[in-house]
């Protein structure tokens, strides 16, 4: 009879093992030292009460997975460990991007110094092979402007002055 009236049926889903705390009336989850020292301080959470004639169950904080009520510290740290972890991870992701950015530019960077020294090597070889071109244009030149010079020294005076061009020009 007295069993119709608790207002269990939300909580009969999840077993939790309860120690009772002082006369019967307060408990705390578990059944280890941890359950033990919080009955001795005090921090029962769950607390029956037996107003007058009738039973009424009084369950404070809010009711986790395992059936035991979290406490609003409790409750608090996990939120707060929650909270931090998703911080770490956000900044473990932005470090991770950062660095692969930093790869992917000296990447970027490292080819186009790549690609421009392979474009200067191939002009500094262009311009050896025109100077060497110039060179030997330049000796040929020098080679016919002295066999020319050693004709005009072999050839008699009057056709050298013949030859020669005027000076009034």
């Known amino acids: 009879m007295a069993n119709s009236a608790l207002p269990l049926e939300p909580y009969r889903s999840g077993d ?20 033990r020292s919080c009955c001795d301080s005090g921090n029962a959470s769950l607390a029956v009460q037996v107003p007058g004639a009738g039973l009424g169950i009084t ?3 809010d009711m986790s997975d395992s059936g035991c009520p979290i406490t609003t510290d409790s409750y608090t740290s996990l939120k707060a460990g929650r909270n931090a972890l998703i911080a770490v991870t956000v900044v473990f ?20 110094r790549k ?9 500094n070889t262009r311009l050896r092979n025109e100077h060497a071109e ?15 010079e050693e ?19």
């Open 151 to 169: 004709k005009l020294i072999n050839m008699p005076a009057m056709v050298r002055t013949a030859l020669a061009p005027p000076n009034n020009i």
């Open 93 to 112: 992701v932005v470090a991770l991007l950062t660095v692969a950015a930093l790869a992917l530019r000296w990447r970027r960077s490292w080819r186009q």
């Open 115 to 123: 690609t421009e020294y392979r474009d200067l090597e191939q002009d």
């Open 16 to 35: 939790a093992v309860l120690t009772a705390c002082g006369q019967y009336n307060s408990f705390c989850c578990g059944q280890d030292k941890t359950a």
């Open 134 to 148: 110039k060179e030997q244009q330049n000796q040929d030149l020098q080679q016919q402007v002295r066999a020319q």
């Open 59 to 61: 369950i404070g904080g």
